[in-house]
């Protein structure tokens, strides 16, 4: 079984600054994309941005500029520094991990979500 643990989060100001970290544990042998997705009140989770074994990234159109991913793979740990937060950006932010391979020759990959972490801009 895989365990992914969010910190980070909280209460900021429009403009601020938060920084979420995520760390996956358990039998992981290797994780092909760990990402960050929020979900705010009556709308569905979206992607914020991903951070894919090859070491490219991807962002939403909303974040781009603003927000910054970055894994360390040999740790099996994912990063989101956001800048600039804004009002819109208030959501329970979850870690993912796709394509978790628990074995050299498993052909099988699963996928993990973290329990979530508020985050709110507001004045």
């Known amino acids: 079984q895989v365990q992914l643990v969010e910190s980070g989060g909280g209460l900021v100001q429009p403009g601020g600054s938060l920084s979420l970290s995520c760390a996956a544990s358990?039998?992981?042998?290797?994780?092909?994309?760990m990402g960050w997705y929020r979900q705010a009140p009556g709308k569905q989770r979206e992607l914020v941005a991903a951070?894919?074994?090859?070491?490219?990234?991807n962002y939403a159109d909303s974040v781009k500029g603003r927000f910054t991913i970055s894994r360390d793979i040999l740790k099996n740990m994912v990063y989101l520094q956001m800048n600039g937060l804004k009002p819109e950006d208030t959501a329970v932010y979850y870690c993912?991990?796709?394509?978790?391979?628990?074995?050299?020759?498993?052909?099988?990959?699963?996928?993990?979500w973290g329990q979530g972490t508020q985050v709110t801009v507001s004045s």
């Open positions: 358990g039998s992981i042998f290797s994780i092909r994309v």
């Open positions: 951070a894919i074994e090859d070491h490219t990234t």
């Open positions: 993912n991990a796709e394509g978790v391979r628990t074995a050299l020759f498993s052909p099988h990959e699963y996928e993990y």
